[in-house]
């Protein structure tokens, strides 16, 4: 089997590579693939800074009444973020990737991006009115 359309790996991971890695860049890295030319690769392919996607879960099914902690801005090594629910929505305690609440992806220092991590996890919190099982 041979891809004719091919693409970077999926979510946002050529994105943070992009980010971290000093001189690389994978989307035109691609373009010149396809098109026959040299990869252009930096010097040196070493990170300077880590890259983390932290998913951040709600522990209950129902509905969502309140969210707090979701200011992910406020995490030094915030570098994007979305959140997948919204007050009035209909949200699943997290079992599967589209199930989280949020997505945070963070860069920076590893200690700090592990500490941001944590803190974009135990500081989400939401408020949800659990369903009654139906009949």
């Known amino acids: 089997m041979i891809e004719i359309a091919g ?10 590579a992009e980010a971290t890695i ?4 994978p989307f035109e890295a691609m373009i010149d693939a396809h098109c026959g030319f040299p ?6 392919f070493r990170p300077t800074n880590t890259a983390a996607q932290a998913y951040i ?6 509905i969502l009444k309140s969210v707090r902690g979701n200011d992910f801005e406020r995490l030094p090594t ?6 997948l629910c919204k007050v009035g929505d209909k949200v699943k305690r997290a079992r599967d990737l589209m199930s989280f609440a949020a997505y945070v992806w963070l860069i920076g ?8 991590a944590l803190r974009a996890r135990d500081e989400f919190i939401v ?9």
Do not use: Q
Not at 22 to 25: A, I, L, M, V
Not at 39 to 44: D, L
Not at 57 to 62: E, I, L, M, Q
């Open 7 to 16: 693409r970077l790996a999926g979510g946002r991971k050529a994105i943070m």
């Open 22 to 25: 000093p001189g690389w860049y």
């Open 39 to 44: 990869i252009r690769m930096p010097p040196s």
């Open 57 to 62: 879960a709600s522990d209950k099914n129902g």
């Open 78 to 83: 915030h570098r994007e973020s979305t959140m």
């Open 109 to 116: 220092e590893a200690e700090d991006v592990k500490r941001d």
């Open 127 to 135: 408020e949800v009115e659990v369903e009654e099982a139906a009949e």
